[in-house]
Nanobody
Framework: QLQLVESGGGLVQPGGSLRLSCAAS????????IAWFRQAPGKEREGVSC????????YYADSVKGRFTISRDNAKNTVYLEMNSLKPEDTALYYC????????????????????WGKGTLVTVSS
């Protein structure tokens, strides 16, 4: 069975850090770009970050640039999102998704092309 499972979310104070993981079972990450999206209550889904199949390139939304870092371990079929200096506006349900492509260009606008999604992990940034 094809499955993506996110983990690592939780409640953190502003300025804190979290590390999200996206693990795949029954489906390979190798050879495909992987992206993180988030959706806050009452807001549209937002592309947060993407990493190409070889990890040669990474992409970030302007709102998280300099604070978030995406990485991947193809041997473990896992992608990570390191989140630092968290802000209340980072509060959202975070999803990972596997792209059908090796590249990330336009991933944030082409979320409908992602062919596998996880169920999400909740990140709450609050004092």
């Amino acid at each position: 069975q094809l499955q993506l499972v996110e983990s690592g979310g939780g409640l953190v104070q502003p300025g804190g850090s979290l590390r999200l993981s996206c693990a795949a079972s029954g489906v390979s990450f190798d050879g495909y770009a992987i992206a993180w999206f988030r959706q806050a209550p009452g807001k549209e889904r937002e592309g947060v970050s993407c990493i190409t199949s070889t990890a040669a390139s990474t992409y970030y939304a302007d709102s998280v640039k300099g604070r978030f870092t995406i990485s991947r371990d193809n041997a473990k079929n896992t992608v990570y999102l390191e989140m630092n200096s968290l802000k209340p506006e980072d509060t959202a349900l975070y999803y990972c998704a596997r792209s059908p492509y090796v590249y990330c260009v336009g991933y944030d606008k082409r979320y409908y092309e992602m062919n596998y999604w996880g169920k999400g992990t909740l990140v709450t940034v609050s004092s």
